[in-house]
């Protein structure tokens, strides 16, 4: 599988840590969030559901509470969160089975669990610092099949629309699903996100047809765009629809 350095969103204006130029950002210390997604080689998940678990794990630790806070008042992974969100909005995504999977559930972080997917988020690292456990993990080399055609997405929660000209591994994409999803998380209010939340982070992803994809990509939602460090060109990968719909949890 492999990783996914940077994304862009829809407005380049202002110091976005989705821009493709090089801006201020660049500057500072680079961080990495690290995902792991389990791959046994008997049992598999979908690649639909390692999608929206990915995207469900990044959620899942910028609102847990060890993340959040400042001074005193700030959780553990706090300072790294800052640091991470300061500079590039790096997601590297890696597969593990058997005693690797046991030796990442062993370090800090969270175990997201979808339908058939597991995918542990830990807190972001230095480029150059990652935990040896999870250094020895493979980035590339297996995919991901749905055994079936994924559902039609439920739309009263977020969708995640994926390019449909692209050709993207699962862990390129879980990748890109995870920057469609922090996207949505930065559009919402406090409220909104803890209403998210309580809900269990509903969301789905599913492959945009032509049509749609060129309806979702002129319209004014956030948009992530990958810098085509790996694996594709530079261009759109992910379109984020129906965010307004998380805010009516909150009544």
Known sequence: MSSDPTAVDQAPEGDSPFRSERTVRDEAPQFVLPLVVRIEKAAPPARTDALETAARAVLTILSDERSLGEGESAGEWAQAIRDWQDARIRKVVRRARGAEWRRAEALPGITVTGKSAEVRVFPPVPLDGWPKELAKLQVSGTDLDDP???????????????????????????????????????????????????????????????????????SAIPLVRDAGFTEIAPGLTVAVEGVDRVRSLSR
């Open 148 to 218: 079936e055609p994924p559902m039609d997405a439920d739309l009263t929660a977020p969708v995640l629309w994926l390019n449909p000209d692209l050709d993207m591994s699962a862990g390129k994409t879980m990748a890109q699903t995870g920057h469609g999803a922090q996207l949505a998380w930065w559009e919402l209010s406090d409220e909104e996100r803890a209403a998210w939340r309580d809900a269990g982070f509903p969301l789905a992803v599913r492959t945009a047809a032509p049509a749609r994809w060129r309806e979702l990509t002129a």
